[in-house]
């Protein structure tokens, strides 16, 4: 998950609220939050979770003509993901891979597996107004997240406990960044490290050079002194 969106997705839910987090929508005993952002089934799923609920469940008329009706006053999305699928058995389709389906509201030729590759729940805006279809779960879709409503007289003690777990969250977030921030101080340190052996081994280098000079150095001052010893021999030589 991108840090941006789970921190937008942390403010939204982080007031304090009676009944359903701000963001949610309340009808009868649950909340709905239907997702601004969009994407794949099983991250949809995955974010739900984080906003400490899960994909939308439908369990009857009542439940469906809501979502349904409200997903059309919204009219901004083209389709939801909701909490069903086959992918474990072709044509058996389960809520939260768990519960069967009591309720449907299939779209009519609906579900026909297109291509062989659809095994997740949507809602269409263009069948029927959000009648349902499946369709392929790795596709970005917008989504509905479903939590039960808390009832009045808990929810101070539970918007108290959520605020201190999405606030753990928060933590633990901005420590991993930092962690990641140390590692690229680390990486750097070893570049310059690396950049300073590279010297050191030019410097022997050089210092070898050098060396080497004085060798040669040395070697031409003998030549030199046997030059002058024949010389000095000649001149004997002529004396002689
Ligand atoms: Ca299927
Ligand atoms: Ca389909």
């Known amino acids: 998950m991108h840090v ?12 304090a609220y009676a009944g359903c987090p701000l963001g949610f929508h309340q009808n009868r005993r649950s909340c709905y939050w239907f997702s601004t952002i969009r994407s794949s089934f099983a991250e949809a799923a995955g974010y739900c979770r984080y906003l400490e609920s899960h994909l939308a469940i439908i369990s009857n008329k009542d439940e469906d003509s ?3 009706g409200y997903a059309t006053r919204l009219g901004e999305a083209f389709n939801y993901w909701l909490g069903a699928s086959d992918l474990n058995m072709e044509g058996r389709w389960l809520w939260e891979g768990q ?5 449907t509201n299939w779209n009519p030729g609906q579900p026909d597996n297109a291509g062989g590759i659809e095994h997740c729940l949507e809602l269409r805006r263009d069948l029927g107004n959000y009648l349902w279809n499946d369709y392929q779960c790795q596709k970005p879709s917008h989504f509905i997240c479903e939590k039960e409503r808390i009832p009045y007289t808990n929810s101070l003690h539970a918007n108290l406990q959520q605020r201190d777990s999405l606030h753990a969250n928060l933590q633990q977030m901005d420590s991993l960044h ?10 750097a340190n070893l570049q310059q490290r690396d950049s300073l052996h590279a010297n050191l081994q030019q410097r022997d280098s050089l210092h070898g050079n050098l060396q080497q000079r004085d060798i040669l150095h040395g070697n031409l ?3 030199d002194s046997l030059h002058g010893n024949l010389q000095q021999r000649d001149s004997l030589h002529g004396n002689l």
């Open 66 to 68: 809501f979502i349904r």
């Open 4 to 15: 941006e969106v789970l921190s937008a997705l942390l403010c939204l839910v982080a007031t």
């Open 178 to 187: 930092a962690n990641l921030q140390q590692r690229d101080s680390l990486h």
């Open 221 to 223: 001052q003998q030549r």
């Open 99 to 103: 519960r069967r389906m009591n309720y």
